[in-house]
């Protein structure tokens, strides 16, 4: 066991396969369709979740985890004899999340000292920073030291992604309805990015066929890469696009998933995303 336990929330999209085989505790979100209510990777599925987006017209909504959850990990961490903790969460701009692990640490202060920090990213920007800070941990680093480098990655993260529909986005206050209206009224596929923690539009494209290019071209343009991850949310033509990304050098393997229902409930069915870490 690492003496250091990393902790995310759900928002940062990491496989179940992915955060066991690398020692995280993920402390879900929730989601809710109507009135009813789902704690994301436990009582719904990201399958089960686009499933319901498209059965259902209402769009869903999220809600941050509790600051008794983030303690009631915490918590574990310490009574398995964990030197301290690193709790790693998506963009307190678009979330109360991190502000639930500020008071969750606060609270167990007196148990094991915690480092709750802002990534200022989402999805697989938010799942790569995480996977650096587990496997340093896994190395026997520090508080510190973990702590340290996540800090250190947060400025090299970017994420990107092209979207289905600009309605989820519009609806669920992430972009201007103006926006939204002149994105439909000319069939333009806007490219967006999470730019200091907030989803902005990065540029306009014509087709989709034009944004995933542009995407791709993004990837090859950005230079040396340690970590790249692509995130699909139930895209039909997500082949098409690792295809034009295919032979990009990065330091570690590509990883590809499922966007899940946090990110997801925003950006909508259709999204690509591609999250990047620069090398230093």
Not at 211 to 222: E, F, I, N, P, Q
Not at 268 to 274: K, N
Request: one cysteine or more.
């Amino acid at each position: 066991m690492s003496p250091i336990r990393v902790v995310t929330d759900s928002a940062a999209d990491l496989t179940t396969e992915l955060a066991e085989a690398n020692d995280v505790v993920v402390v879900p979100l929730s989601i809710r369709f109507g009135e009813e209510e789902f704690v994301d990777g436990t009582t719904l599925s990201t399958d089960e979740f686009w499933k319901r987006c498209a059965e259902q017209r209402d769009l869903p909504e999220t809600s941050a985890p509790s600051p008794g959850a983030f303690s009631a990990a915490f918590t574990e961490a310490a009574d398995a004899g964990c030197d301290g903790v690193v709790c790693i969460t998506l963009s307190g701009g678009v979330s109360a999340t991190y502000q639930s692990a500020r008071t969750a640490a606060e609270s167990v202060a007196d148990r094991i000292p915690v480092e709750v920090i802002d990534t200022r990213s989402l999805t697989m920007g938010q799942g790569l920073i995480v996977l650096e800070a587990a496997e340093m941990a896994a190395r026997g680093a520090g508080l510190d030291e973990v702590a340290a480098a996540v800090r250190d990655l947060i400025p090299r993260t970017k994420v990107l992604g092209v979207v289905g529909t600009l309605e989820h986005l519009e609806r669920g206050g992430r972009i201007g309805g103006a926006k939204a209206l002149l994105g439909s009224l000319l069939s333009i596929k806007p490219v967006i990015q999470v730019s200091d923690g907030v989803v902005e539009e990065e540029s306009k494209q014509r087709t989709r066929s034009r944004s995933l290019r542009y995407l791709a071209d993004k990837v090859r343009a950005t230079g040396h890469l340690s970590r790249l991850a692509v995130c699909n949310g139930a895209a039909e033509d997500i082949d098409d696009f690792l295809a034009l990304i295919d032979g990009v050098e990065v330091d570690h393997p590509l990883v590809v998933v499922d966007l899940g229902p946090v990110v997801g409930t925003h950006a909508g069915p259709g999204t690509i995303g591609v999250c990047m870490v620069t090398a230093p």
